[in-house]
Structure formats: structure tokens, C-alpha cells
């Protein structure tokens, strides 16, 4: 199976997804986390490198589950940066 390549964005929800999950991990060990989502530490690893930028749905929400997150908040921590849309100029009066 021929995966297509991940756009710069995909790679950047990835890291901040890592990087979340990292902080909300705080002092507890990979494998206790791991354990408690019913995933591996090696899985958990790469999510939070960034080497598994787009984990399954289900894996996110297990460990979510495990760290006290909701998927509300991944959601908004996660998704890219709002795109500022310059205003529509009006058009000068006849």
C-alpha cells in the first residue's frame, strides 16, 4: 500500500498533537500512559515525536481518555492556526 506524502500542514497538526499529549503526559511514564489507552509505548513515542503525525481516531481518543483531555480541546489546540481574510474593500462612490 502506497501511502500519498503529508502536507507540511498534516505535519504540523502532528507536532502539536505530540506536543500536547507530551505536556499533558507530565511526569507519568510513556508506558503507564501507554497501558492505560491500550496502545504500546512504541506508538505513543512516535505520536508525540511526530513520526506518527495521523494517528486513528480511536487511538486519539483513548488517549485522551487516559490523560484527562478532552477531544474538544485536542480539537481546538490541534487544528491550524485561523487564516486572517483581509476585508472586502468597498467599492469608491459614483
Known amino acids: 500500500m502506497v501511502r500519498t506524502p ?13 506536543r500536547l ?3 499533558a503526559r507530565g ?3 510513556m508506558a503507564e500512559v501507554a497501558a492505560a489507552a491500550g496502545i504500546s509505548a512504541e ?13 486513528a481516531f480511536f487511538t486519539v481518543a483513548a488517549l ?8 474538544d480541546e485536542v480539537l481546538v489546540r490541534c487544528a491550524a492556526p485561523p ?3 483581509p476585508a472586502p474593500v468597498a467599492a469608491p462612490a459614483a
Do not use: F, H, N
Open 27 to 29: 511526569g507519568r511514564s
Open 43 to 55: 506508538t505513543l513515542r512516535k505520536i508525540e515525536t511526530g513520526r506518527a503525525p495521523t494517528p
Open 83 to 85: 487564516v486572517s481574510v
Open 6 to 18: 503529508l502536507t507540511p500542514e498534516e505535519r504540523e497538526r502532528g507536532e502539536r498533537l505530540g
Open 21 to 23: 499529549l507530551r505536556e
Open 64 to 71: 485522551t481518555g487516559a490523560l484527562g483531555l478532552s477531544l
